[in-house]
């Protein structure tokens, strides 16, 4: 029996000397420090393209020499409905519509993502003139107006979004009479976000 207790003795040494052993190796555990790169891109540009451009008709205009308040041809943005208002206050300035204007469309693309964009006009208004009329005839002042399809300024999933323009043109108060004739000019878009 003694014999037995010997080898009943001497597993249980070899067993706690192993225990011992695996419980040493925890306590020297090994760590690593791995570097890795990334990297990001920046588009703050996006694209702004005439789809349609703005056309303000065909009209008759009569210009006055009193100030007061202009004869306005006005081109709703956002239903591309015209109205049309006489001069009044003492000028008997009149525009008269022969053919029908149209709302410019705007396509911005390549913007953020469903983000509400800020539309504006930088400049007031922007004289419209007829390069062929003599000198000293009046110019047409058009301030334009814009409106985001569905009235909703944020981009598409896609980073899209179609802006509508139209706005007022007016008579100039000037003794001068209109020439017939193409007058033209440039406008401003402003979009941010």
Do not use: C
């Not at 597993?11 to 555990?29: C, H, K, L, R, T």
């Not at 208004?125 to 007829?130: D, E, F, K, R, V």
């Amino acid at each position: 029996m003694t014999d037995f207790l010997k080898k009943v003795g001497l597993a249980i040494g070899a067993a706690v000397a192993v225990i011992v052993a695996f419980g040493s190796q925890g306590a020297s555990a090994q760590s690593q420090t791995a570097t890795y790169s990334t990297q990001v891109t920046v588009q703050n540009a996006f694209s702004i393209g005439q789809w349609d451009p703005l056309n303000l008709g065909t009209i008759a205009a009569i210009s006055s020499s009193t100030a007061g308040t202009q004869a306005q041809l006005n081109l709703n943005a956002g239903t591309g409905v015209t109205i049309v208002t006489q001069g009044s206050g003492g000028s008997a300035s009149r525009i008269l519509a022969i053919a029908p204007a149209t709302r410019g469309v705007i396509h911005v693309k390549d913007a953020p993502p469903d983000t509400l964009l800020t539309v504006s006009n930088p400049g007031s208004t922007y004289n419209l003139t007829n390069p062929a009329a003599p000198a000293g005839t009046p110019a047409l002042v058009f301030t334009p107006a814009y409106a985001a399809v569905g009235f909703n300024y944020t981009t598409s999933s896609t980073g899209k979004l179609n802006i509508n323009v139209g706005g007022i043109l007016a008579t100039q108060a000037s003794a001068n009479p209109y020439a017939d004739g193409t007058y033209t000019g440039t406008y401003q878009l402003q979009v941010s976000y």
